[in-house]
């Protein structure tokens, strides 16, 4: 059965990285991983996707291990604006698996 | 540009009623998504159109939730005779093509759904 795990909450100082782990050990070779937030009262929001190799845009890094049996979302310096849930998923086929969210609190 | 929409809003129904929830998409979006969000909780996958067809349809929770999409644009989410377990809110979102091979999703505002 395939799952996407991740860590229930997640705190860090604001100015300093956040590291956010999504596991998906049953990942196939032509599955996407998504990353997407959701801030307090809004919807989902894009955040960052990859394949194989690791990726950078202007919000987040994502690296994926080599065996891309999981992944982690990098905010590098995080602010109170990117306090949210982060949701990692996995598409694949015709379906996504999402996991259960990582709730991050950005302390001041 | 217009972003996804959809309506209502908000919709209070009693047990054992019947629901029709609709979704408008971005135009030219091809693929369009539907998702349950319970109160407090994470997002869960219901059910992808690819133009008017969805692939896979075991993600609906139930034989009372149905979906279609017509002319490549606008769907409808529909749930039969309501229980309170459906109270969530439900969200819509589309992307240029299946999500799957990198494209971004955008997501509506939601239509929260309160069964009595």
């Given at each position: 059965?395939?799952?996407?795990?991740q860590p229930n909450s997640m705190e860090s100082n604001e100015e300093e990285p956040v590291h956010l782990p999504c596991n998906h050990s049953t990942i196939s070779g032509t599955d996407y991983i998504h990353w997407?937030?959701?801030?307090p009262s809004q919807?989902?929001?894009y955040v960052i996707h990859g394949l194989t190799s690791n990726v950078n845009n202007r919000m987040a890094s994502l690296a994926i291990a080599e065996d891309r049996k999981s992944s982690t979302l990098i905010l590098h310096r995080a602010t109170l604006r990117d306090a949210a849930v982060y949701y990692c998923i996995r598409a694949a086929g015709n379906k996504l698996t999402f996991g259960g969210g990582t709730r991050v609190l950005v302390k001041p | 540009?217009?972003?996804?929409?959809?309506s209502p809003s908000n919709k209070v129904t009693e047990k054992g009623k019947d629901v029709e929830l609709r979704c408008d998409p971005i135009s030219g979006h091809t693929a369009l998504y539907w998702y349950r969000q319970s109160l407090g909780q994470g997002l869960e996958f219901l059910i992808y159109f690819q133009g008017n067809s969805a692939p896979d349809k075991s993600g609906l929770p139930s034989d009372r939730f149905s979906a279609e999409r017509t002319g490549g644009s606008v769907s409808t989410?529909?749930?039969?005779?309501?229980q309170q377990e459906d109270s969530a809110v439900?969200?819509?979102?589309?992307?240029?093509?299946?999500t799957g091979s990198g494209n971004e999703q955008f997501f509506g505002?939601?239509?929260r759904l309160t069964v009595l």
């Amino acid at each position: 059965d395939a799952k996407t795990t991740q860590p229930n909450s997640m705190e860090s100082n604001e100015e300093e990285p956040v590291h956010l782990p999504c596991n998906h050990s049953t990942i196939s070779g032509t599955d996407y991983i998504h990353w997407y937030r959701q801030l307090p009262s809004q919807g989902p929001e894009y955040v960052i996707h990859g394949l194989t190799s690791n990726v950078n845009n202007r919000m987040a890094s994502l690296a994926i291990a080599e065996d891309r049996k999981s992944s982690t979302l990098i905010l590098h310096r995080a602010t109170l604006r990117d306090a949210a849930v982060y949701y990692c998923i996995r598409a694949a086929g015709n379906k996504l698996t999402f996991g259960g969210g990582t709730r991050v609190l950005v302390k001041p | 540009g217009a972003g996804v929409s959809q309506s209502p809003s908000n919709k209070v129904t009693e047990k054992g009623k019947d629901v029709e929830l609709r979704c408008d998409p971005i135009s030219g979006h091809t693929a369009l998504y539907w998702y349950r969000q319970s109160l407090g909780q994470g997002l869960e996958f219901l059910i992808y159109f690819q133009g008017n067809s969805a692939p896979d349809k075991s993600g609906l929770p139930s034989d009372r939730f149905s979906a279609e999409r017509t002319g490549g644009s606008v769907s409808t989410l529909t749930i039969q005779r309501t229980q309170q377990e459906d109270s969530a809110v439900y969200l819509c979102a589309s992307s240029l093509e299946w999500t799957g091979s990198g494209n971004e999703q955008f997501f509506g505002p939601g239509t929260r759904l309160t069964v009595l």
